[in-house]
């Protein structure tokens, strides 16, 4: 899909007001919906021990979790031991979770139609186990040259065609520490320039902070313009750019503003999921479950704090 740069420019201004102003693009049932918070475990979280998808998902069910965010790389493992995707789909459904998102790598950006094709490839395949979403992030941006944030509006709006193709919606991510989308401001610029109604955010609170985004411009956005949000801490006795993803901690066990940041997410409307997503290899060698049940303990109690 292309799009005429005029008509890109054009179109800023119009899918900023959507995001921004509540009500527009958003049906009577949507504003008539509860504000509610879903709980999810990214199995990073408790990725250390490598125990399998499988095991992943039998931690998120004992611990209690609504949902499981998964790892493109772990389904593409499991499947290809043999097992079935079906199967797997219902395994999910018994229990009692939800495929709320999904982390791959496909280089988007810079991947040319391979690429693409890679994209579309992981949304079939996590739309075969129930996925509904996956993450789209710089991977293989180099950051050598500036990117054209207009051309990768372009970009992303032939994957959200993708997604509505196969069910399975990309969720536009920045990282904190990359050279080429770090700031929040990046990816509200690109959703903007696609002019779609089903572009969508996926910030962190740690790359929030590590590229130096703060959590202010997280108020500029309303509805469902972020539907997934990835939860975690860091820490206040090590620089900001020095950080990197294993400084990540339990939510609450830092000094990050949680409270202004779930309370911003509260008033934006719509239902928002929290996944954990940690990288702390402490953690790594603790019991799994007993740190899945930790973490969304200190969520819980993070989100008692909003009025």
């Known amino acids: 899909m292309k799009i005429n740069r005029r008509k890109a420019l054009a179109n800023i201004a119009l899918v900023s007001s959507a995001a921004v102003m509540p009500g527009i693009g958003y049906t009577k049932e949507d504003k008539k919906r509860k504000e509610v918070f879903r709980y999810c475990l990214n199995t990073s979280t408790i990725s250390g021990q490598k125990l399998g998808l499988k095991k992943y998902i039998d931690i998120a069910a004992a611990a209690g979790y609504d949902g499981i965010e998964v790892w493109v790389r772990d389904v593409t493992a499991y499947l290809e031991e043999g097992n079935d995707a079906s199967e797997l789909k219902q395994y999910i459904s018994d229990k009692e979770l939800k495929v709320e998102n999904a982390i791959g790598f496909a280089p ?3 991947g040319g139609e391979a690429g693409m094709q890679q994209m579309q490839e992981e949304m079939e395949m996590l739309a075969s186990i129930g996925g509904t979403r996956i993450a789209a992030p710089p991977a293989g941006v180099s950051g050598d040259e500036p990117l054209d944030f ?19 919606m990309p969720q536009l991510e920045f990282w904190g520490a990359s050279k080429a989308m770090w700031h929040l401001g990046q ?10 109604p089903d572009a969508r955010l996926l910030p962190d609170v740690y790359h929030l ?10 108020k500029m956005l309303q509805g469902d313009m972020i539907e997934i949000f990835h939860i975690n801490d860091y820490p206040g006795t090590k620089p900001r750019e020095k950080q990197v993803d294993a ?3 339990y939510p609450g066990d830092g000094v990050a ?4 940041i779930l309370t911003t997410l509260k008033n934006m409307g719509g239902t928002k999921v929290l996944s954990l997503e940690l990288f702390n290899r402490t953690y790594w060698r603790q019991d799994p479950l007993e740190v899945a049940k930790t973490g969304l303990a200190k969520m819980k109690a993070a989100v008692a704090k909003v009025k």
Do not use: H, N, Q
């Open 247 to 249: 400084d990540r901690i």
């Open 209 to 218: 902070f590590r590229g130096g985004s703060g959590f202010e411009g997280l």
């Open 257 to 260: 503003p949680l409270k202004d």
């Open 150 to 168: 207009l051309e990768v509006g372009e970009k992303y709006a032939a994957i959200l065609e993708l997604g509505r193709k196969t069910g399975v």
């Open 187 to 196: 990816i509200m610029m690109v959703a903007a320039a696609t002019g779609d």
């Open 108 to 110: 988007w950006i810079a």
